[in-house]
């Protein structure tokens, strides 16, 4: 192909499709960060997406991508989003009205998303208008260079070396456009201004582990998950962006007083710091969606007491930012357990990610019914009278923690030299807490392991057993034990629809 023949190509006008949605999309994310909004329109279609996604298919890919769900989505969306610029170039090379017609539509889908999402305002739409306003003009400049409309007028064809400095131009812009919109985002917001704020200002404390809690057996993981580590699983594909100050919690419903707080009234109600461990249900047998760390927070009965829920009233239905729900048994939030409204995180305040500036951690039952992060409301009610966001996707309406327990040492189909060898890992009933846990080799008999010590029945127990480790292939198996008396089940159970049961099982390879 000659350098005057670019319009007789079919990939330049496709790649002036993507080149000019991808600068609008970066338009939108400059506009969204200058702004202080937390809505985009790739943010808000895959929040749509997520809240339409039946729940076997978002099991699948928890399962699939575990806390990488929402870059494999976000992947996706890129590879849809690539694929329909490709096709408006094309039609718009064709007949430019016709691309520039479909381009609109698809803008019009991406503002209709952000208009879908809880407390949307006006204001949210405006960067999905930025994109129009620069996504449109691009699409025409690029096509008109990439395959000209016929005329009757004569004049010079563009080359590919004009076509792809004009590309070059286009696709440098997207990318600063998009890296601007990420740092002028949650800085411009002011939430991470009024998270360092926080840091100087809350009284949190040092996250050291208890005196022996921690066995430091080489290879496991550690008593306390830093913040970095701690597993994320929720429906938000971008945080939503709440400065302390501007944060409130209101409880109501089933209540002989409405009660509204300010974070100053919350955290002037006194913080206390306990040691709980959280898990997913969705986390599989020998599955590493959970972690352990040290929460400072205010406790949930102690906010309730101020509403004075009715005598008949049996749920609480928890209510984030983003609209996601959450019902949890009233009797578990007033039963003198640890439930907290958190603000702090292992002697930090909470990350973004993790429901910053407030949210709730239950010990005993699974974060889909407690865990609600960037919780704004309690609503006082009865399960009969409500559905929460996993209920109604057919997970089970309470899910209390089930006994669990993993091998994190060896790992599964290791090799490791015959003599000594350190079998560890972690068990845990929150609420109830661990008695007891024993290994066995190749469906032998069970041999007492060494348990740490722990703060409270809240939380992971780790443990070690000491393996004469003879050469050969060899199978090791773990269960625990409670302190009520229960043992853990060797019945197979998938997550759904209230948790993964059966003892964790690996495969080693002694050398001789």
Not at 232 to 246: H, K
Not at 309 to 318: R, Y
Not at 442 to 454: I, P, Q, S, T
Request: proline share 6%; net charge negative.
């Amino acid at each position: 192909m000659s350098d005057s023949d670019t319009g007789r190509a079919w990939w330049p006008p496709a790649l002036a499709g993507v080149l000019a949605l991808g600068l609008g999309l970066a338009a939108a994310e400059v506009v969204a960060g200058a702004l202080g909004r937390a809505e985009t329109p790739v943010s808000a279609v895959g929040e749509e997406f997520i809240d339409l996604t039946p729940g076997w298919l978002k099991d699948f890919a928890i399962d699939v991508f575990g806390t990488n769900d929402k870059t494999a989505l976000l992947v996706g969306m890129g590879v849809v989003l690539t694929v329909l610029g490709a096709l408006i170039g094309l039609l718009a090379a064709r007949r430019r009205g016709a691309g520039l017609l479909a381009a609109t539509v698809l803008l019009v889908v991406a503002g209709l998303a952000v208009n879908s999402r809880p407390d949307t305002t006006m204001a949210d739409l405006i960067p999905t208008v930025a994109a129009g306003l620069v996504a449109l003009p691009a699409l025409s400049w690029l096509v008109g260079r990439a395959a000209p409309a016929p005329s009757p007028v004569t004049t010079p064809a563009p080359t590919r070396r004009a076509f792809l400095r004009a590309a070059g131009i286009t696709a440098g812009l997207a990318v600063a456009g998009a890296g601007l919109g990420q740092l002028l985002g949650a800085r411009r917001a002011g939430v991470e201004t009024s998270r360092d704020d926080l840091a100087t200002s809350l009284d949190l404390p040092r996250a050291t582990p208890p005196d022996g809690a921690d066995l430091v057996v080489d290879g496991a993981n550690p008593w306390r998950t830093p913040n970095g580590d701690f597993y994320r699983i929720d429906t938000a594909l971008s945080e939503p962006l709440i400065r302390a100050e501007d944060w409130t919690l209101r409880v109501r419903g089933m209540v002989e007083n409405e009660v509204e707080l300010s974070y100053d009234d919350l955290v002037g109600m006194g913080l206390v710091d306990r040691w709980l461990t959280l898990n997913c249900v969705s986390n599989e047998v020998g599955g590493h969606l959970i972690g352990n760390a040290l929460w400072t927070g205010v406790p949930i009965a102690d906010v309730l007491a101020l509403a004075r829920p009715h005598a008949d009233a049996d749920a609480v239905q928890s209510h984030s930012q983003d609209g996601w729900t959450a019902g949890t048994p009233l009797d578990v939030l007033t039963d003198g357990r640890d439930a907290l409204l958190a603000v702090g995180m292992n002697g930090a305040p909470l990350p973004l990610a993790h429901g910053f500036p407030v949210r709730m951690i239950v010990p005993g039952l699974y974060g889909y019914v407690s865990a609600t992060k960037w919780v704004v409301e309690l609503e006082v009610s009865r399960f009969d009278d409500f559905e929460a966001y996993w209920t109604t996707r057919g997970w089970a309406e309470r899910g209390p923690v089930k006994v669990a327990s993993r091998i994190d040492v060896p790992s599964s189909r290791a090799h490791v030299g015959a003599g000594t060898v350190a079998v560890a890992g972690i068990a845990w009933a929150q609420h109830r807490g661990i008695e007891a846990v024993e290994v066995r080799v190749d469906e032998g008999d069970w041999n007492a392991a060494r348990l740490a010590a722990v703060p409270s029945t809240d939380t992971w127990r780790q443990w070690v057993w000491e393996w004469d480790a003879q050469p050969g292939e060899h199978r090791l198996q773990v269960r625990a034990t409670t302190a009520d008396g229960e043992v853990q089940t060797s019945e197979q159970a998938p997550p759904a629809p209230d948790g993964a049961s059966g003892w964790h099982t690996i495969d080693v390879t002694v050398d001789g």
